[in-house]
């Protein structure tokens, strides 16, 4: 790894310190995956173009800069280089030789046309990781096509399992088409890196936005294999489980979430429809899935007489799971919020989502930084030496 010495005094260095990153990747599914890395220690390079990532005119804006490009490309350096320029492609596999991970998220082609691809990025360096992220991948009849989070959730199957019976197919109110891979992303190129201890060899990611959103279909997708009817849209419903939704109460809706014969006789008692839980239509999981819209009358019934509040402390007094619907200002804001640390605030004053991951050596975030900011230290940085091919790196 591109190990600095004074990392052998640090009595509690951050889980990747040492490790360099390229992050030559834009927008979403790659920034977030560097992002991850950044936030547990490691040294990311943003390697934009002269014009900088498109998300920097994205809004809205903290003090001129745009808070989405911040969030992402937070404890990151950028530096600028002309992919198109001899010098600039130079400039990249020098630092190349000298890092552990390249992250990017090209159209696949590209970068094989300028000359370097992971495969032309790695006979440099050996060592190399390059983490790839593609909406169909490097191989395949799809391959070079475009993709953005709506086109993955549209072909992945998630929008037709999401919204309402009677209505359209819904797209995930989150880019999850991007969250998703980049989350696979950190994780294979951690992986990766522990691998590369023992051979002392890199590898190449191929990681898809539609094979990521696939992969995380759960029981959906193992009905959609495996059972009789192909799932549908439901709701707020779970296609398994009932009562689990949202329900109405005097003054809003509250979720319930029932999963077991045991949760289900708590709810009863917490509700004092003792009765429910020795109706046969109610006596399992599958029957109550079956009769979910009965369920839901005599719930409501119930529910109509008592305001969120009054219900969510009696279930919470039997131990059953509920709570009331959060608007994302409220979520953000909220006791438990502040208890959690969800949301950090970077050195001048940028309030911004907090990593959930909390290990030792971890430090809070770092100010995205100016376009080009760091271009100062590339030669400094080619100054080091370069790892001796094969070199396994601890």
């Known amino acids: 790894m591109a190990t600095d010495a004074s990392l052998n005094k640090q009595h509690n260095p951050a889980p990747l310190a040492g490790v360099r990153v390229l992050d030559c990747s834009r927008v979403l599914a790659g920034p977030f995956c560097a992002m991850i ?22 809004g809205p804006y903290y003090e001129g800069e745009s808070t989405y490009y911040r969030l992402f490309n937070r404890s990151k350096k950028s530096i600028t280089l002309d992919f198109k320029s001899e010098d600039g492609k130079q400039t990249l596999k020098e630092l190349a030789k000298r890092s552990d991970v390249v992250v990017e998220n090209f159209r696949p082609g590209v970068l094989s046309k300028l000359g370097l691809s992971a495969e032309q990025l790695m006979a440099v360096n050996p060592g190399l990781i390059v983490t790839s992220i593609s909406g169909f991948g490097q191989t395949g009849s799809l391959a070079k096509e475009p993709a953005y989070d709506l086109v993955a959730q549209a072909m992945s199957g998630l929008m037709s399992i ?94 319930i979430a029932i999963t077991t014969n045991r949760m289900f006789d708590r709810l009863c008692e917490a509700l004092d429809l003792q009765h429910l839980a020795e109706d046969q239509r ?13 369920l839901r009358v005599a719930l409501e019934a119930r529910l109509s007489d008592l305001t969120m509040g009054e219900a969510i402390a ?12 959060y608007e994302l200002d409220d979520a953000l804001k909220s006791p438990l919020a502040q208890e959690r640390g969800v949301v950090a ?41 370069v790892k001796d091919e094969g070199q396994a790196n601890d």
């Open 37 to 58: 890395l950044a936030d547990l220690g490691a040294e990311v390079i943003k390697v934009e173009s002269p014009w900088g990532d498109d998300t920097r005119q994205f």
């Open 162 to 255: 999401t919204g309402w019976p009677e209505g359209k197919p819904t797209r995930v109110g989150i880019s999850l088409g991007d969250i998703v891979p980049g989350l696979y992303a950190a994780i294979g190129t951690v992986s990766a890196l522990y691998q590369r201890v023992n051979t002392g060899k890199g590898q190449h990611i191929d990681l898809a936005m539609y094979d990521s959103l696939i992969s995380v279909m759960e029981s959906v997708g193992m009905r959609a294999l495996h059972g009789d009817t192909p799932p549908s849209r439901i709701g707020n419903d779970h296609g398994l489980s009932a009562p689990f939704s949202t329900y109405a109460t005097k003054d809003g809706d509250i979720v």
């Open 282 to 294: 109610f006596a399992t999981a599958e029957n109550r899935s079956d009769y979910r819209e009965d």
């Open 314 to 325: 009696l279930f919470e007094e039997h131990g059953v799971p509920t709570a009331r619907v």
């Open 345 to 385: 605030t970077e050195s001048d004053g940028f309030a911004t989502l907090a990593s959930p991951l909390k290990l030792s050596g971890m430090t809070g975030p770092v100010p995205a930084s100016g376009l080009g900011q760091f271009n100062d230290e590339i030669e400094s940085w080619l100054s080091e030496p």
